[in-house]
Nanobody, 125 residues
């Protein structure tokens, strides 16, 4: 499975961002995988933001950001669209999308076999 992420860049505090993550290859389109969104800020560990149970179109969010995050998808394009609003400088990080086989813990980084290249998001105050 290959992942192509896009979006991000420089955003003002209070603004919003919308990324996209497109999956291709493997058997992703068969619903045998789930997709999630992580981030890693400088000097910190990578953390789970949210994910999508692809087969059931059910979103799962981290408690720390769930009031500000939503995830949608385009089934035909195998693409996930994570969105975050009310951005803060502490949201500055490299954002990654990742894919895990169905049945694993979608919140756990160790579950994921495939990772996108990461996209930098910088929130200015």
């Amino acid at each position: 499975v290959q992942l192509q992420a896009s979006g991000g860049g420089l955003v003002q505090a209070g603004g919003s961002l919308r990324l996209s993550c497109a999956a291709s290859g493997g058997t992703f389109s068969s619903g045998t995988y789930n997709m999630a969104w992580f981030r890693q800020a400088p000097g910190k560990e990578r953390e789970f933001i949210g994910g999508l149970i692809w087969r059931g179109d059910r979103a799962v969010y981290a408690d720390s950001v769930k009031a500000r995050v939503s995830i949608s998808r385009d089934i035909d394009k195998n693409t996930m669209y994570p969105e975050m609003n009310s951005l803060k400088p502490e949201d500055t990080a490299v954002y990654y999308c990742a894919v895990t086989p169905w049945g694993r813990d979608i919140r756990a980084e160790r579950s994921f076999d495939y990772w996108g290249q990461g996209t930098q998001v910088t929130v200015s105050s």
